[in-house]
């Protein structure tokens, strides 16, 4: 193998073809726009940036946001500053990051939109906007609308949620989440550089009614949409049977991030799997101990041991989540509840935030805390009631 083409320059791309390229590859990065705003939140973990030191130690204009509000229905608040913090980039400017990142590395970029490919013996045959190329092997990072019917993640409307929101010209310190009553998703203020991004996502209900309830929180919350820049994405997220069917690679190629349907169906988190997965397909496709015919199964292993088990749980927990209820309350309510009595429980949400807790090991920890977390918010409760604070 000589050449690769990396169709996508998103983080998953801009991934893929710095490790390929890094490796000797001749790689080409073939993409529309190489890079664009998206609309999300944006913010990266700290699993992600410990992982990969050079996201938060560079000096492109980010947020380091150390405060969190959750918030649930009849239940209030509770804040949480963050042990470690989240940061948060313009999406264009972190894209434009990594694609410099792997053109450094020897990548060349090609802003061409690919119309379609075609499977030849010795290879892929790109029809691209600006005429034709040819590739080895292909890496599929076109998005969760990847218009390439027979590779990439194939999904139903269930194996989606959609997210929208605004663009607000306002600042904030805090990240603010507030669970609604019986959606399967969220509402999000995240503070980025130069603006907020005040959005939802939301599973088996019509973007309408998703920004109906949206606009209605802005106007409780006095967030004005005076100038503000509506958006709107559709995102994977996975039912446990679509991970199961999940088509992440095949003969002469591989899909990463959004194309492979790498999305934490209940956070709706993308980036650090975009990147991890870019990141591991590279390395699969430049190891020869793997034959042609091989790579395939061996992509599909390392996903599996790093992450696609956990968020194929994540998947069949998501409306437990959302919609389930825990000692006469919904679990959001609850979850808000524990997080102000708790400490036990506080530290768990750290790790969540954090992603450094798998969801796989999740019920086994809040079993091993269940007690002592049920004993101190009943206590709080308790004191609350009979002997208030600062009395």
């Known amino acids: 193998m000589k050449t690769v083409a990396v169709l996508g320059g998103g983080p998953a791309g801009a991934f893929a073809a710095a490790g390929l390229a890094q490796a000797g590859l001749k790689t080409t990065l073939f993409d529309e726009k190489l890079g664009w705003e998206k609309p999300c939140g944006g913010g990266l973990t700290y699993k992600a940036y ?103 993640t194939q999904w139903s409307a269930a194996d989606t949620m959609s997210a929208l929101g605004y663009y607000v010209p306002a600042t904030r310190e805090r990240i603010d989440i507030q669970f609604l009553p019986k959606l399967e998703g969220y509402i999000w203020v995240f503070p980025r550089c130069g603006h907020l991004s005040v959005g939802i996502c939301g599973k088996g209900e019509p973007a309408q009614s998703l920004r109906a309830r949206l606009e209605a929180y802005m106007e409780e919350r006095s967030i004005s949409r005076t100038d503000a820049v509506f958006y709107s994405h559709m995102l994977p997220s996975l039912e446990t049977g679509g991970w199961r069917r999940n088509r992440v690679a095949g003969e002469g190629w591989m899909a990463v991030g959004d194309s492979a349907g790498l999305v934490d169906p209940i956070t709706g988190e993308g980036i650090y799997y975009a990147m991890r997965s870019g990141d591991l397909a590279s390395q699969v496709v430049v190891n020869d101990a793997y034959g042609l015919s091989e790579k395939a199964e061996a992509y599909r292993a390392a996903l599996a041991q790093e992450f696609s088990h956990d968020l194929e749980f994540a998947a069949m927990l998501a409306k437990r989540v959302f919609l389930g209820r825990f000692l006469f309350r919904t679990v959001p309510q609850r979850m808000v509840e524990f997080m102000r009595r708790s400490q036990r429980f506080r530290d768990l949400m750290q790790d969540l935030f954090a992603g450094t807790q798998p969801y796989l090991t999740l019920r086994n920890r809040l079993l091993r805390n269940l007690n002592g977390t049920l004993q101190e918010a009943l206590m709080s409760f308790f004191l609350d009631r009979v002997i208030p604070e600062n009395s």
């Open 50 to 152: 410990t992982k990969y030191p050079f996201l938060i130690d560079n000096p492109c204009p980010k947020r380091l946001v150390h405060q969190t509000v959750l918030g649930a229905p009849k239940t209030g608040e509770a804040t949480m500053d963050l042990a470690h913090p989240l940061v948060i980039y313009s999406r264009l400017d972190l894209n434009r990051m990594l694609l410099e990142r792997a053109e450094r590395a020897g990548a060349a970029l090609e802003q061409s939109r690919i119309m379609q490919i075609e499977k030849r013996d010795n290879g892929w045959l790109l029809k691209t906007r600006n005429g034709a190329a040819e590739a080895d092997y292909c890496i599929i990072a076109m998005g969760a609308r990847n218009p390439l019917r027979d590779v990439g």
